[in-house]
């Protein structure tokens, strides 16, 4: 069992940044992948970026690439997202989630997520 809490949202100007927190807490994180998805208001919920368990693979949908960026830190037990350059259509909330040996980018082979916290880009 794995309980995830995320932090670090907040209201941001376009163009400003943001780094979101996620603490899990039991056993084996580091045994994880982890993702970043987000859910803006009237849309489903998407996948956004990925990290596996050792940190050295990422991934991002097209839409983030070269302005958000997922690392982790096992030893912490913690997953991060540091958003730059955010746009108001980065508004969201935005989940972290553990999958064993799920795919990525697939919500539904998650295992564990967060509650969320609110990131909302005024432009």
């Known amino acids: 069992q794995v309980q995830l809490v995320e932090s670090g949202g907040g209201l941001v100007q376009a163009g400003g940044s943001l780094r979101l927190s996620c603490a899990a807490s039991?056993?084996?994180?580091?045994?994880?992948?982890m993702g970043w998805f987000r859910q803006a208001p009237g849309k489903e919920r998407d996948f956004v970026a990925g990290?596996?368990?050792?940190?050295?693979?990422?991934y991002y949908i097209d839409s983030v690439k070269g302005r958000f960026a997922i690392f982790r830190d096992n030893a912490k037990n913690t997953v991060y997202l540091q958003m730059n350059s955010l746009k108001p259509e980065d508004t969201a909330v935005y989940y972290c989630?553990?999958?064993?040996?799920?795919?990525?980018?697939?919500?539904?082979?998650?295992?564990?997520w967060g509650q969320g916290t609110q990131v909302t880009v005024s432009s």
């Open positions: 989630a553990a999958t064993f040996g799920g795919r990525w980018s697939i919500e539904r082979e998650y295992d564990y």
């Open positions: 039991g056993r084996a994180f580091s045994s994880y992948t």
């Open positions: 990290i596996n368990w050792s940190g050295g693979s990422t």
